[in-house]
T-cell receptor, first 114, second 109 residues
């Protein structure tokens, strides 16, 4: 079974530039999550999709972050404009069911904002 | 407010030692508590606990939950260098996962 795919693995940009991350979840997984993980901290949920609908985006900084999951499969997370504090690993995860909490994570996209 | 606190934040032991990692929590609507292992890459699932006093075991790793005292422990016996990682505890409350900061475990040969 193929795992969660993410790209790019690494990205370096300057502040005020934009960046986009892509995620393809495990086939058949209805729930998709984007997390931000800053070094030394646990993952912080940015947005959760159930199929192509948003379940929770309460911690997404909507003035600069946006995410979509068209057709309920792959998803894109965008940051525009980036700030220094956005430097982090962006993890995408998927799950078969929303209720269990057993998530399957991708390798992550490491963003450095200079 | 739901909260997860892990201790210690970091731990260095020698190969062959036994370690115990702690996770305490405060929750409004408990559904489950989960443990994940994070090496250089993404977190991987270890255990899901829902009931008090029932030990979950996988090889040298085991975990147990105490819903009265609101904590869980993760034990690793006969540690190996491959056990070096960050161990994350997450609380499933109202279908949301609240994550601890993790315990960074380093196993010295």
């Amino acid at each position: 079974e193929a795992g969660v795919a993410q790209s790019p693995r690494y990205k370096i940009i300057e502040k005020r530039q934009s960046v986009a991350f892509w995620c393809n979840p495990i086939s058949g997984h209805a729930t998709l999550y984007w997390y931000q993980q800053i070094l030394g901290q646990g993952p912080k949920l940015l947005i959760q999709f159930q199929n192509n609908g948003v379940v929770d985006d309460s911690q997404l900084p909507k003035d600069r972050f946006s995410a979509e999951r068209l057709k309920g499969v792959d998803s894109t997370l965008k940051i525009q404009p980036a700030k220094l504090e956005d430097s982090a690993v962006y993890l995408c995860a998927s799950s078969l069911e929303r209720s269990t909490g057993e998530l399957f994570f991708g390798e992550g996209s490491r963003l450095t904002v200079l | 407010e739901d909260k997860v606190v892990q201790s210690p934040l970091s731990l260095v032991v020698h190969e062959g030692d036994t370690v115990t990692l702690n996770c305490s929590y405060e929750v409004t609507n408990f559904r489950s508590l989960l443990w994940y292992k994070q090496e250089k890459k993404a977190p991987t699932f270890l255990f899901m606990l829902t009931s008090s006093g029932i030990e979950k075991k996988s090889g040298r790793l085991s975990s147990i939950l105490d819903k009265k005292e609101l904590f869980s422990i993760l034990n690793i016996t006969a540690t190996q260098t491959g056990d070096s990682a960050i161990y994350l505890c997450a609380l499933n409350s109202n279908y949301q996962l609240i994550w601890g900061a993790g315990t960074k475990l380093i196993i010295k040969p």
